[in-house]
Each structure stands twice: as C-alpha cells, then as structure tokens.
T-cell receptor
Framework: GQQVMQIPQYQHVQEGEDFTTYCNSS?????IQWYKQRPGGHPVFLIQ?????EVKKQKRLTFQFGEAKKNSSLHITATQTTDVGTYFC????????????FGAGTRLAVHP | NAGVTQTPKFQVLKTGQSMTLQCAQD?????MYWYRQDPGMGLRLIYY???????DKGEVPNGYNVSRLNKREFSLRLESAAPSQTSVYFC?????????????FGPGTRLLVL
C-alpha cells in the first residue's frame, strides 16, 4: 500500500543546534504537507509543497520537496525550546480521493 | 469560531462496551475525517466524508462506523470496544476535500479500553 516513511523517530538536540527530519515515499506524491504537534496537543498545519524541487522557508524552518516528488525534508536552524514537539509529513498520492498518508513523525526534544 | 470540537476529551471503556465520539466544525467545511494516533505510527485515517451524505473507508476502518449527521457533524462509533482500539482519536475537516487543502484538527479524544 501507499506509505510515507519518516526518519528519525526521535531527535534530541541542544538549544541552538540544527535539526532535520526526512520523509520518503516509494511512489510519486502529488503534494506533501507538514504538521507540528505540541506535546498533548493536536496536529497544526505548517506548510504545503506542490512543485518538484520546491523550497519554502518560514523564519528558521526550511522545507524542501525532491525533484522526483518522492521525498521531502524539514530543516530547523538554531533550534529553540519552542520548537519542541512532533513533526509529521503527510503525503497525498495521485489518483483516488485526496487522502493524506501521514509519516510516523519525528519527536524533537530541545535541551536548554 | 471554535474550529473543530470533539467530545469527550477522555473516556475509559470496558471491552465490549460501545460509545460514540462526537465531532463538529463551524467553518462550513464540506469534508471531514477521523484519524487514530498510536505511538510510533503517526495518524491513520479511519473514515472520511467527502461531503454531507457520503462516507468512505480509510486505512483502518474495521471495528468502527461513522455517521455524517449534517454538514457540521461527523460521529465515530465503536460498537464493541476492544483493547486494540485504545488510542487518541482526532477529527479533522477541510474546505472542499481537494488536494492541496489544509486539514484542521480537533483537540482529540483519548480513549482507553480495558
């Protein structure tokens, strides 16, 4: 079936260090979305990537969509304690209804 | 606007009991979704409703039923709860259910089945 693999599962960093999480699919995605979930909270939409090779930035966050539209990454520069949470990618596959397939998420812990 | 609301926030059930999780949105969205979230597995789609009057199965529909009561409300029913259904359940909605739309999530229902 359609799957989106996300690594790493956990990441512990010191405040100020960078962080990256990666998503991969074996088949082409029509688009990919990124969500953040704070501890005890619900997923909140961050951004969507649609075009091959697309790069988008939100302050310290940089999102990339691969040329083949099969992989994506989220990079956080100089992490802060407010970045703590779980980051999910969610891919939408071509054909069929527009259902999001979520990756397992990367839980980020930031130590001050 | 409250966005997406879910009730209850927490529930403990015994194996075999039934219950209905309620979800409502006030954004006039056409599409609504039910997900379950388990540790290490992300969110998995249980059922979705593309528009009022329609429902379809997602990745993990077994053991669940849904009702799209009206445009605002989408309920999830467990007829005979099992320990494997212990999870956090999220309801979400999107405007038209098209690709490239944001999904808005409710606060979740934490369910424990003993």
């Amino acid at each position: 079936g359609q799957q989106v693999m996300q690594i790493p599962q956990y990441q512990h960093v010191q405040e100020g260090e960078d962080f990256t999480t990666y998503c991969n699919s074996s088949t082409t995605l029509s688009n990919i979305q990124w969500y953040k979930q704070r501890p005890g909270g619900h997923p909140v939409f961050l951004i969507q990537l649609v075009k091959s090779g697309e790069v988008k930035k939100q302050k310290r966050l940089t999102f990339q969509f691969g040329e083949a539209k099969k992989n994506s990454s989220l990079h956080i520069t100089a992490t802060q304690t407010t970045d703590v949470g779980t980051y999910f990618c969610a891919g939408m596959f071509s054909g069929g209804y527009n259902k999001l397939i979520f990756g397992a998420g990367t839980r980020l812990a930031v130590h001050p | 606007n409250a966005g997406v609301t879910q009730t209850p926030k927490f529930q403990v059930l015994k194996t075999g009991q039934s219950m209905t999780l309620q979800c409502a949105q006030d954004m006039n969205h056409n599409s609504m979704y039910w997900y379950r979230q388990d540790p290490g597995m992300g969110l998995r789609l249980i059922y979705y409703s593309a528009s009022e009057g329609t429902t379809d199965k997602g990745e993990v529909p077994n053991g669940y039923n849904v009702s799209r009561l009206n445009k605002r409300e989408f309920s999830l029913r467990l007829e005979s709860a099992a320990p494997s259904q212990t999870s956090v359940y999220f309801c979400a909605s999107s405007e038209l259910g098209r690709a490239q739309e944001t999904q808005y999530f409710g606060p979740g229902t934490r369910l424990l089945v003993l």
